[in-house]
């Protein structure tokens, strides 16, 4: 699906989520670069075994959210997000997003205004 033109609020709902965002050895490198640490610590502090343990995923915060968003909302490493995070909702998504998505109610009402 190629992204309409329909534009991400950037309100954070997606980000406020439990689960695994999935990041890759390319991706961990630059996020730890940008927060000025090394792999090795970025690894330790930031990043967990999903459940298979064959990939690594950024940890939630103590709320359930991930952990790199800020009290306002905010993505602290927005311009190095990992993939996953940059395609939701266009490449990815699951059944509940359209719940607290904006771009997804207006995906869903597209669709079925084209239906």
Partial sequence: MSEPDIVCT????????PGYVYVSAKEVERIAGYLNL????FTQRY???????????LIDSKTGG????????QCRIQAV????C???PWRWRYDEYEEFCAIGRALAQRAQANA
């Fill in 10 to 17: 950037r309100c954070g709902a997606c980000c406020d989520r």
């Fill in 38 to 41: 090394a792999v090795e610590d």
């Fill in 47 to 57: 990043t967990r075994l999903s459940d298979n343990r064959r990939r690594l995923s």
């Fill in 66 to 73: 991930c952990a790199f968003l800020d009290d306002a909302r």
């Fill in 81 to 84: 997000k990992p993939r996953q």
């Fill in 86 to 88: 940059a395609d939701f």
